[in-house]
């Protein structure tokens, strides 16, 4: 497994820190590089929006925030 980043979400507080791996460690990134142009910011909103709306319309919410 090539694993390039990760992001541990604590669901209790939404909030998601994500990291990128570099030099032998980790970094804490504030977009992903797998996935450019997806900010942790955007994740944290989605996730928000998660707790009040269905998954339709949060999925067709962030699919319009992106180019994903």
Known sequence: MNVQEYWVV???????????????GSKSI???QELPGLTMELIQDTLK???S?????V???ILSQTNL
């Open 53 to 57: 709306e269905d998954r339709g319309a």
């Open 10 to 24: 604590a669901v209790n507080r939404d909030e998601i820190t994500a990291f990128a791996i570099a030099d032998r």
């Open 49 to 51: 929006r998660s707790l």
């Open 59 to 61: 999925t067709r919410w």
């Open 30 to 32: 504030q977009t992903s």
